[in-house]
Nanobody, 124 residues
Framework: QVQLVESGGGLVQAGGSLRLSCAASGRTFSTYAMGWFRRAPGNERECVAA????????YYADSVKGRFTISRANAKNTVYLQMNSLKPEDTAIYYCAAVYSEYIRVIDDEYAYWGQGTQVTVSS
């Protein structure tokens, strides 16, 4: 069982930055692939970034490529999402997710564990 707790969301002006953190419980964090998803009002949940268990491979949605960076610190059981050059269309609830896998996963149904989400609001 893995429990995930996100933090770092908030209100920021367009062009600003935020860093989301996701702290995971358990001693086997390094065996889980991790993902950051978001859901905006009226939209389906989408994967914005994902990382493999060793941290040497990452995926980014086209909409965030070049602006967001996913990273992980296995010694701290934490995954991060650095978000730069934020746009109003990035406004959403952001969720951290984990799945027991060596490889990157980008489909939400493949993830077994989810955090409660953190709100990110970008004002224009």
């Amino acid at each position: 069982q893995v429990q995930l707790v996100e933090s770092g969301g908030g209100l920021v002006q367009a062009g600003g930055s935020l860093r989301l953190s996701c702290a995971a419980s358990g001693r086997t964090f390094s065996t889980y692939a991790m993902g950051w998803f978001r859901r905006a009002p009226g939209n389906e949940r989408e994967c914005v970034a994902a990382i493999n268990w060793s941290g040497n491979n990452a995926y980014y949605a086209d909409s965030v490529k070049g602006r967001f960076t996913i990273s992980r610190a296995n010694a701290k059981n934490t995954v991060y999402l650095q978000m730069n050059s934020l746009k109003p269309e990035d406004t959403a609830i952001y969720y951290c997710a984990a799945v027991y896998s060596e490889y990157i996963r980008v489909i939400d149904d493949e993830y077994a564990y989810w955090g409660q989400g953190t709100q990110v609001t970008v004002s224009s």
